[in-house]
T-cell receptor, first 116, second 114 residues
Framework: GAVVSQHPSRVICKSGTSVKIECRSL??????MFWYRQFPKQSLMLMAT?????????EQGVEKDKFLINHASLTLSTLTVTSAHPEDSSFYIC????????????FGEGSWLTVV | AQKVTQAQTEISVVEKEDVTLDCVYE???????LFWYKQPPSGELVFLIR??????QNEISGRYSWNFQKSTSSFNFTITASQVVDSAVYFC???????????FGSGTRLSIRP
């Protein structure tokens, strides 16, 4: 099946710094990618939809200036958490639509962010 | 409204027992896709199955089987002869044709005891 790679898998950063997470579709082109956040023992919460070549669409309540999303190519989307704070510590996971007839969505491995 | 409900928050069974995870969905779309994903403790989401709204045929894959019933808007998932490695959180999800995003249920945490 299609593969989505996410990097880094774990990152620790200091409060006030910025951290970038990459999401790559390895064997298919993804015009649309999605970024989710998951708190412990909770479901995935969609943060934003990333469309190649255009601005991301953010869900209500998500600060677009804090969570910068760039989808510069058909195989890469990045999420940058700016001026990170401890409450931003979470599991972030991306997904990409494969474009097959079933609109299957494949997920990256996720990134554990810890802000200290 | 577009919604996925997984009423079972946690399930714990002894190894080799059969277990069914329930999923009920709501959508006004006539065309949609349903998914099941597995999330082991490591966190990644593993794709298990996709079903489109026009295909009500049940599916079996090894110890896994899925029962899609449009009449009750349900897409239940059964694991036969469960194993400890099946322990994970399982998410049911919906992608309506009118929406570009995937809608997740709250997940069911399945624990298989040896």
């Amino acid at each position: 099946g299609a593969v989505v790679s996410q990097h880094p898998s774990r990152v620790i950063c200091k409060s006030g710094t910025s951290v970038k997470i990459e999401c790559r579709s390895l064997d298919f082109q993804a015009t649309t990618m999605f970024w989710y956040r998951q708190f412990p023992k909770q479901s995935l919460m969609l943060m934003a939809t990333s469309n190649e070549g255009s601005k991301a669409t953010y869900e209500q309540g998500v600060e677009k200036d804090k969570f910068l999303i760039n989808h510069a190519s058909l195989t890469l989307s990045t999420l940058t958490v700016t001026s990170a704070h401890p409450e931003d510590s979470s599991f972030y996971i991306c997904s990409a639509r494969a474009g097959d007839s079933g609109n299957t969505i494949y997920f990256g491995e996720g990134s554990w962010l810890t802000v200290v | 409204a577009q919604k996925v409900t997984q009423a079972q928050t946690e399930i714990s069974v002894v190894e080799k027992e059969d277990v069914t995870l329930d999923c009920v969905y709501e959508t006004r779309d006539t065309t949609y896709y349903l998914f099941w994903y597995k999330q082991p403790p490591s966190g990644e989401l593993v794709f298990l199955i996709r079903r489109n709204s026009f295909d009500e045929q049940n599916e079996i894959s090894g110890r896994y089987s899925w029962n899609f019933q449009k009449s009750t808007s349900s897409f239940n998932f059964t694991i036969t002869a469960s194993q400890v490695v099946d322990s994970a959180v399982y998410f049911c999800a919906l992608t309506p044709s009118s929406a570009s995003k995937i809608i997740f249920g709250s997940g069911t945490r399945l624990s298989i005891r040896p």
